[in-house]
């Protein structure tokens, strides 16, 4: 009996211990759930990740592939978290950020109806916007705030794209390297639904950390400042069709 105690107390032991280093742990969030950021089992931000983890062996991460509800649910419970990819405009003012320097630059167009094909200077009052579920949309937002377009929310983008080719919306936006993906994949997407001649916007997407010791938060930056001046990594970005662009 006495053993059998000993036992347990030094399994719960062991358990509090590995429960204690998982909290220490930083987590880096992959929860963009669209090509080419997750694709089947790797994508841009996994291939990322593991170019930061090789930089920094002597800091502790721990990878997710987690949704944008169980990000917020994290970040709400002040745990260290890095989020590849992303903007601070993309969340509530009420999440505080820090922000590296860019790791990527993207044009993002608007996607229509070939029967109604939209540019950014063509979007009519009381048009539906097809959006994901909790995102932020640069410029979409204020449109939507002031009651000049209606807004519907997707649980993906596969599931956006197939009520439009339903004329079930009238426009989303999509950066063309990410459209070009689906089309490639959906002959249907390819010959019915359109893409604007002209960007609807451009925008950088970051690394985000929060809740980040200053130390570690700096240590990051400088392996993120090497980074995009590695010829690897450059090769790794136009793999996913990504243009070499002018580093700061």
Request: charged share 20%; glycine share 4%; with cysteine.
């Amino acid at each position: 009996m006495l053993k059998t105690i000993k036992l347990q107390l030094v399994i719960c032991g062991i358990l509090i211990s590995k429960l204690g280093m998982a909290d220490n742990k930083i987590i880096i969030a992959d929860y963009i759930i669209y090509p080419p950021y997750q694709m089947a089992e790797k994508g841009l931000t996994s291939d990322f990740i593991n170019v930061l983890e090789s930089r920094l062996p002597n800091l502790s991460f721990m990878s997710k592939r987690i949704t944008k509800e169980r990000l917020l649910a994290l970040l709400k419970q002040n745990k260290p978290v890095l989020i590849p990819f992303a903007q601070k405009s993309w969340f509530d003012s009420n999440y505080q950020f820090a922000q590296s320097t860019p790791l990527i630059e993207e044009d993002v167009h608007i996607i229509s109806h070939r029967d109604k094909e939209l540019e950014p200077d063509k979007i009519a009052n009381g048009s539906l916007f097809l959006g994901l579920n909790n995102y932020n949309y640069q410029k979409i937002d204020e449109l939507v705030n002031t009651g000049r377009i209606k807004r519907y929310s997707c649980a993906s983008d596969d599931l956006c794209l197939t009520m439009l080719l339903a004329k079930r919306g009238d426009f989303l936006v999509m950066a063309k390297g990410t459209f070009e993906r689906f089309t490639a994949a959906n002959s249907a997407f390819k010959n019915n639904l359109y893409i604007s001649e002209q960007p609807f916007y451009q925008h950088h997407r970051a690394l985000l950390a929060a809740n980040i010791s200053h130390q570690d938060w700096q240590q990051i930056l400088s392996a993120i400042e090497g980074l995009n001046k590695d010829p690897s990594w450059q090769q790794i970005k136009q793999s996913y069709g990504f243009n070499l662009a002018k580093q700061p």
